[in-house]
């Protein structure tokens, strides 16, 4: 059984910094992509960032040059450092990521999400 658990989330003030963890745990064979999605209310669930196995990575134009996300490929984890926080960055936060239990068998995994409210 494989688990994608988050932690990190909360509370900040605009311009605030918070730095989200989520580590992938079970019978884990490989990893490709990992990434943050984030889904604010009454809005669809939108990519946020990304990074390959080999460190590429990727960025929504709303957060290039704020966030920031890396991973460790010998722990499964992935992290996104969340700075110069902004009110629309409120959403609830999850956690994705490509995992083979087996072989040449992936399957899409997602965590169970972790709030983060940006408010004075």
């Known amino acids: 059984q494989v688990q994608l658990v988050e932690s990190g989330g909360g509370l900040v003030q605009p311009g605030g910094s918070l730095r989200l963890s989520c580590a992938a745990s079970?019978?884990?064979?490989?990893?490709?992509?990992m990434g943050w999605y984030r889904q604010a209310p009454g809005k669809q669930r939108e990519m946020v960032a990304t990074?390959?196995?080999?460190?590429?990575?990727n960025y929504a134009d709303s957060v290039k040059g704020r966030f920031t996300i890396a991973r460790d490929n010998a722990k499964n984890t992935v992290s996104l450092q969340m700075n110069s926080l902004k009110p629309e960055d409120t959403a609830v936060y999850y956690c994705?990521?490509?995992?083979?239990?087996?072989?040449?068998?992936?399957?899409?995994?997602w965590g169970q999400g972790t709030q983060v409210t940006v408010s004075s």
């Open positions: 079970g019978n884990i064979f490989s990893i490709s992509v």
């Open positions: 994705n990521a490509g995992i083979s239990v087996v072989f040449g068998r992936w399957e899409n995994y």
């Open positions: 990074i390959d196995s080999s460190g590429g990575t």
